[in-house]
């Protein structure tokens, strides 16, 4: 079976910065495309920010854009992502998903597989 696996969330407070790492020796292979999502109680599931295999193409939430920097070593086989200025707003489960093909899409429906995810808690 595949296995994703997201690390490095926290509670941290307004304007901290927070780095996400995720796992996956099989899902980082080409052509797989992988994101960032969150859920907040009551929220839908969106994405966060998704990044193909080669990292040229990258799609970022505006709500985070300019904030947040998604990355991903497929050497080492890990997925990050790099929050700055974090905000109450912020705070979620972040999780970690991963598809097989060549198009990168936001919509988390199409993500076959993920990562049991990470709290991220933002305080005033």
């Known amino acids: 079976q595949i296995q994703v696996m997201e690390s490095g969330g926290g509670l941290v407070q307004t304007g901290d910065s927070l780095t996400l790492s995720c796992t996956s020796s099989?899902?980082?292979?080409?052509?797989?495309?992988m994101g960032w999502f969150r859920q907040a109680p009551g929220k839908e599931r969106e994405a966060v920010s998704c990044?193909?295999?080669?990292?040229?193409?990258?799609y970022y939430a505006d709500s985070v854009r300019g904030r947040f920097t998604i990355s991903r070593d497929n050497t080492k086989n890990t997925l990050y992502l790099q929050m700055s200025r974090v905000q109450p707003e912020d705070t979620a489960m972040y999780y970690c998903?991963?598809?097989?093909?060549?198009?990168?899409?936001?919509?988390?429906?199409?993500?076959?597989?993920w990562g049991q995810g990470t709290q991220v808690t933002v305080s005033s």
């Open positions: 998903a991963a598809k097989w093909g060549y198009a990168l899409d936001r919509n988390p429906k199409i993500y076959d597989y």
């Open positions: 990044i193909n295999y080669g990292g040229e193409t990258i």
């Open positions: 099989e899902l980082t292979d080409y052509p797989s495309n």
